[in-house]
């Protein structure tokens, strides 16, 4: 079993920053899929960053591109989505989702592709 807890969620001004963390325990190699999804009030979930933790290759949303950034740190099994640049439109509960292994990036961005996911922090721009 895994189990991914994010933090680092909060409330900040338009045009500030913030950095999640995705921490993975359990039964967990150092290589599997992660994505960061949000979810707007009253919106669907979306994917708006990816990662393979195997070879680090992230990919972005277009509403995200050029302002996030993923990165992890494998000692730690930590994945981190830095948020520059902040608007209100990011607001909204964030979660991480992993699966073991890779997966095509195609279904990376489907929610339906993950097994593991945490519990969601918010995170409001004003």
């Known amino acids: 079993h895994v189990q991914l807890v994010e933090s680092g969620g909060g409330s900040v001004q338009a045009g500030g920053s913030l950095r999640l963390s995705c921490a993975a325990s359990?039964?967990?190699?150092?290589?599997?899929?992660l994505g960061w999804f949000r979810q707007p009030p009253g919106k669907e979930r979306e994917a708006v960053a990816l990662?393979?933790?195997?070879?680090?290759?992230?990919n972005y949303g277009p509403s995200v591109q050029g302002r996030f950034t993923v990165s992890k740190d494998n000692a730690k099994n930590t994945v981190y989505l830095q948020m520059n640049s902040l608007k209100p439109e990011d607001t909204g509960v964030y979660f991480c989702?992993?699966?073991?292994?890779?997966?095509?990036?195609?279904?990376?961005?489907?929610?339906?592709?993950?097994?593991?996911w945490g519990q969601g922090t918010q995170v409001t721009v004003s």
């Open positions: 990662i393979y933790t195997g070879d680090g290759v992230a």
């Open positions: 989702a992993a699966r073991l292994g890779w997966v095509p990036l195609r279904e990376r961005w489907q929610e339906s592709t993950y097994k593991f």
């Open positions: 359990g039964y967990i190699s150092s290589s599997y899929s």
